[in-house]
């Protein structure tokens, strides 16, 4: 059973370590909410991820450690494997652009969060939705009438049989062959590391970014 984390960091002892944990993931799931704006998307975040955030807070595998928060997403034994992706890369976008608001959050509790990049955050968010990501998110008909999120890794030389991962499909891969018209614009986002969900999507629209393409565009 595999599991991917969202550690943020900070300096300090807080007042009420739960009170911060909560907060701070309050802050990114409304966010979040507010971002997704398909139906893959958004069903992920109602379905998938409430139950990552329940038990986690209940089971104490969210927590907060000496010096930093801690968040988990798992696979559910490999049936979960698109969502636990989604959810980390989310909230790890998420957190960039939200960073004054985190930290504002951290000061009330009498911490500073450490910044989970070097330089300024804005920048290095800008830099992550221009591309060079080591995975990426797309949207792709795999099916007449039935749009669904997609997920692979990077690379610079994808071949017929680069493997792709669809939410609500099933849990065997399909081969980047298989996407017909549309694996020319897959295929550069797989080379480009253009991530090409919704969330990112907005985050660029809000930013005034070049969106990535759709499959019909």
């Not at 958004?42 to 807070?57: A, N, R």
């Not at 960073?99 to 989970?116: F, Y």
Request: proline residues 4%.
């Amino acid at each position: 059973m595999g599991a991917l984390g969202l550690h943020i960091g900070f300096a300090g002892t807080p007042s009420d370590a739960g009170a911060l944990l909560r907060e701070v993931w309050d802050i990114l799931a409304d966010r979040m909410s507010r971002l997704a704006d398909t139906s893959a998307g958004e069903e992920i975040l109602s379905h998938y991820l409430h139950f990552q955030e329940s038990d986690g807070f209940a089971d104490g595998t969210w927590s907060a450690a000496a010096d930093a928060l801690l968040y988990s997403f798992g696979d559910a034994a490999g049936l979960c494997v698109v969502e636990m992706h989604a959810c980390q890369h989310w909230a790890s976008m998420t957190v960039l652009d939200r960073w004054p608001a985190l930290t504002e959050a951290a000061t009330r509790h009498g911490v500073d969060l450490t910044p989970p990049v070097a330089g300024d955050v804005e920048e290095a968010l800008r830099s992550r939705l221009a591309g060079g990501a080591g995975e990426v998110f797309f949207h792709h008909f795999t099916d007449p009438g039935q749009e669904r999120l997609g997920h692979t890794i990077a690379t610079a030389t994808p071949a017929d049989d680069h493997e792709l991962r669809f939410y609500a499909l099933d849990e065997s891969t399909r081969p980047l062959s298989a996407t017909g018209g549309d694996r020319e614009r897959i295929t550069d986002l797989i080379t480009t590391g253009v991530c090409a969900c919704d969330i990112c999507q907005n985050l660029r629209y809000f930013r005034g970014l070049p969106t990535a393409r759709h499959q019909y565009e």
